[in-house]
């Protein structure tokens, strides 16, 4: 430390008149002492003052510049130095250096960059709007044959690009067509990992999703797919995960999906369909993820099931009923609920027997593949009133939507419950279906749901209780009674909030159960006729015509 303590004095006479022989040695000491012990010579750095000697040293022209990089790249890997060479001015000068021909230059002003900023979202954020990265981008173009250099451009870009702000500027360079240039070069798996873990955040942006489709990734991704599958070392099971990972990604970009879809006849849709008949449980993933990313349409929906991938992705799901592969199971309902959206599909899909299948899995236990299957069986009896009649009567569903009703600490999968059992009620408007959902206890969750703070579920939930009374109120009546449906009908006209579809429908939900004794005696009790009669003022003329016929049945039957 003596040897230090000297050089770090020589270093401040030495700085001031520039002499470049005995700076270097004085470079060299302090180079060597960080490598023996880093900690204690950062802290020997600091406390002489030498960090503010260093922007003057950071000279473009000067010989002693890539050691002066060097010595801050080694002392900011200790997070104490970071903040102190940030304040003594170090940054911008660095970045200049970007700008320099020299490679080494460059390697360890990368570094020296990269180990300052490590880990701090807002120096990196600095860095960016500095304009460090179309700089990098371009040394990544110009350099790409220097390994050392390639890796410190990618290092920066993966810590970059995990910073929204980063993603426009990125998406303003050519970095799509040098990753995948730099891709296509690389054979060791190690490298193309590196690649991967920029591409996957810069992939989350769409704009640079398809810029990466247009420079050709897509093949990259086959390619190493092709590669991987049979493999059974784990570096081949990684690459193969990442890149079928990497697929699925960029087809969440609608124009980046659609360029891949072409209509349909696109080879990298075709191979992507291959993959769903496949043995190996990550394509068979990606596969069914990649059609539901596809099905975000109607017309690539129409298309779909019109070439027949119904079949293969209930094949699949058959599969999977006895291997059970959870994530497997909810890619393939998620497909089969997107392609389902489109009405001309509802017919074909029910008559391939999607619902039967669907209802196999009934029994998991895994509340995101309940949630897939409620949301598919109810896309697909939307309109469907001959499907809703025969999913609506069978017991053993009703009483497992029922128990999915009370599921509180998942309220997607409550929430999709509780809409399914109100869809079978409204598109079957079948006296069965209601018989069966009184009996399986489901009239109280029809209730409850009418206060939820969703319009559309309340809309949906208050449609389903008013058939329930249209069509079966002697049975509903006990159940009516017992889940305070009147109450809730009050709180629902009183309330100024609430919708003007949902004052609509809570007035002809009066008006039907009116025929029961004790429902009519609840409606007395709480005065609904002055609720009812200020309604008539409303300025929806479908209200205010409903709220006069509503006041007129309750004044004739007070």
């Not at 700085?15 to 004085?26: H, I, N």
């Not at 040394?139 to 050392?148: D, E, F, I, R, Y």
């Not at 992939?203 to 420079?215: C, W």
């Not at 690459?239 to 609608?254: E, F, I, N, P």
């Amino acid at each position: 430390m003596d040897n230090l303590s000297e050089a770090l004095e020589k270093l401040k006479l030495a700085s001031t008149d520039s002499a470049t022989d005995s700076v270097e040695s004085c470079l060299d000491c302090l180079l060597k002492a960080l490598v023996n012990n880093n900690t204690e010579a950062s802290v020997k750095i600091q406390e002489m003052g030498i960090l503010p000697l260093l922007p003057t040293l950071l000279n473009p022209q000067s010989s002693c510049t890539p050691k002066v990089a060097n010595i801050i790249a080694e002392m900011a890997k200790n997070e104490f130095m970071r903040s102190p060479c940030v304040e003594a001015g170090l940054i911008p000068p660095l970045i200049q250096l970007l700008n320099s021909t020299d490679q080494e230059v460059l390697l360890q002003t990368g570094r020296a960059l990269g180990n300052i900023c490590y880990d701090s979202h807002s120096l990196q954020a600095q860095l960016i709007n500095m304009g460090v990265i179309p700089t990098l981008v371009k040394l990544l173009g110009v350099h790409s044959h220097n390994t050392a250099l390639t890796e410190m451009c990618l290092i920066a870009f993966g810590n970059l690009a995990e910073l929204e702000s980063s993603k426009e500027q990125f998406a303003s360079t050519n970095i799509a067509e040098e990753l995948v240039r730099l891709f296509q070069k690389q054979s060791e798996h190690e490298k193309k990992e590196m690649i991967f873990e920029v591409l996957a955040p810069l992939a989350e942006n769409d704009v640079i999703k398809l810029q990466l489709v247009e420079a050709g990734l897509v093949e990259c991704l086959l390619e190493v797919v092709g590669q991987t599958v049979d493999g059974e070392r784990e570096e081949d099971i990684a690459q193969l995960k990442t890149a079928s990972d990497l697929m699925v990604l960029l087809l969440l970009g609608d124009e980046s999906m659609q360029k891949l879809f072409e209509g349909g006849k696109g080879s990298v849709f075709q191979r992507v369909l291959s993959w769903i008949p496949s043995h190996n449980h990550q394509l068979q993933l990606a596969g069914a993820l990649a059609i539901a990313n596809f099905a975000r349409n109607d017309g690539n929906c129409i298309h779909m099931v019109d070439t027949g991938i119904v079949q293969k992705l209930l094949e699949l799901l058959d599969r999977h009923v006895e291997e059970g592969n959870v994530t497997v199971q909810h890619a393939a309902l998620s497909a089969l609920r997107n392609l389902a959206i489109p009405v001309v599909n509802k017919s074909k899909m029910l008559s391939a027997g999607v619902a039967d299948v669907v209802l196999k899995f009934l029994q998991s236990e895994m509340p995101p593949v309940q949630f897939k299957l409620l949301g598919t069986l109810r896309m697909l009896i939307d309109t469907q009133a001959e499907a809703a009649d025969q999913l609506g009567t069978n017991g053993k569903l009703v009483e497992r939507l029922v128990e999915w009703c009370e599921a509180k600490d998942h309220a997607g999968v409550m929430g999709e419950s509780n809409r399914l059992l109100s869809a079978l009620i409204r598109h079957s408007k079948s006296k069965e279906v209601v018989k069966t959902v009184i009996q399986g206890g489901g009239v109280k969750h029809l209730v409850t749901m009418a206060t939820s703070e969703h319009m559309i579920m309340q809309n949906e939930a208050l449609v389903a209780l008013g058939l329930i009374a249209a069509l079966d109120l002697v049975a509903a009546e006990k159940d009516f009674v017992g889940a305070h449906l009147v109450s809730v009908l009050h709180k629902l006209l009183s309330d100024e909030r609430s919708a003007p579809e949902i004052k609509y429908n809570s007035m002809i939900l009066i008006c039907a159960v009116m025929g029961s004794e004790p429902l009519h005696k609840e409606v007395q009790s709480l005065a609904f006729i002055d609720v009812v009669s200020k309604l008539r003022a409303h300025e929806n003329k479908t209200v205010s015509h409903q709220a006069s016929l509503t006041e007129q049945r309750l004044t004739a039957q007070s």
